[in-house]
DNA sequence: CTTGAATCATTCAAACTCAAACGATTGGAT
DNA sequence: ATCCAATCGTTTGAGTTTGAATGATTCAAG
């Protein structure tokens, strides 16, 4: 029996973990932007748009923070939704040096469109598993992407259980 | 009670295990992404040597399949590996459409050496996870990552286990 | 043998991402 | 009031990735 057995057993699982929730990362990752592209975005602009849409207006260092991107990627993203008129930015009066983000109400209604849309496509795959493996996978993976907030969740389940009203 | 309070419970569960996934999974990358600069090399590059240590010399055609990525990807990586006297491109005899890529002794040398590493890092950061937390987020993940065959890790069952001869 | 489809690698343009450098603005310390 | 550090957004350069176009090679059908 060689010595190091119970390392090597310890480094498969771990591998082994390792490999399959990446795999499968972007597996899902790869379907949703296939998703998306019919819509005519971009996962990155589904992201921002869909965070304004749940959390309403917030400056770009926000929605970097929330959506763990860096902040040229988030002055890239926001250019490209206010060329297709989706955002607006709107400079702060308070504080000169942050600008908010605001959906335009074409921005809006696309995203309210296109957000239960991507909802049930992300639903239907998620049918692979079966409830309690989803709920198992929320809360591994929770673990795993410790500093990672379910902002979104938060909000989509108020707006689901009891309509929010959308006046801001 | 809303009508639809059912589709909405689903709704809610498949995102959240969806965005945790995903969060755990860009977490997992970015922190292996880290250790492996500290030994010079990209992840993708890092992929490639490893395919190539554990299961041999292959074309880039294979190398491209087994690891999800683009055909021009590839050309991209084993260039870059070339560049550093990594790997080499040998042109097969029989079929001269395809190139088969080669480790160097220099790339054979360093994978032997940087592998054990990355796989006690990925080791060390999946103890936030107890061992049962990561079987069940292998099986989980491996249902969701169906097409993805857990290639490496059976070569480096056998490798551990039973120490395989490196004459190919 | 010749033609045409299929396979494989390369190249190129486009998009996305990050990190670093930069300029503008703010707020606190002196 | 002035200076200095921190914060915020933008720009730039480098790296990665994809998809489409291209060229080389193989194989099978006629």
Redesign the interface.
């Known amino acids: 029996m060689?010595t190091?057995y119970k390392g090597?057993q310890?480094?498969?699982?771990?591998?082994?973990?390792?490999?399959?929730?990446?795999?499968?990362?972007?597996?899902?990752?790869s379907k949703a932007s296939t998703q998306l592209e019919q819509s005519g975005m971009t996962l990155g602009q589904f992201a921002v748009l869909e965070a304004l849409h749940h959390l309403g207006p917030m400056c770009q260092h926000t929605l970097a923070k929330k959506l763990?991107r860096s902040g040229g990627n988030i002055t890239l993203v926001v250019d490209n939704l206010e060329k297709r008129g989706w955002v607006r930015r709107e400079r702060q009066k308070d504080d000169r040096r942050m600008i908010q983000i605001h959906l335009t109400p074409k921005g809006a209604r696309l995203i309210a469109k296109v957000f239960p849309e991507h909802?049930?496509a992300?639903?239907q795959?998620?049918?692979?598993?079966t409830?309690q493996?989803?709920?198992?996978?929320?809360r591994?993976?929770?673990?795993?992407?410790?500093?990672?907030e379910?902002f979104?969740?938060e909000r989509?389940?108020k707006e689901?259980?009891h309509d929010s009203d959308p006046t801001k």
């Open positions: 060689p190091h090597c310890e480094a498969e699982r771990a591998l082994s973990a390792y490999i399959n929730l990446i795999r499968a990362s972007d597996s899902l990752v763990l909802a049930a992300i639903t795959i998620m049918k692979e598993l409830e493996e989803q709920e198992e996978l929320r591994i993976a929770g673990k795993l992407g410790h500093g990672a379910n979104c969740l989509f389940k689901q259980h």
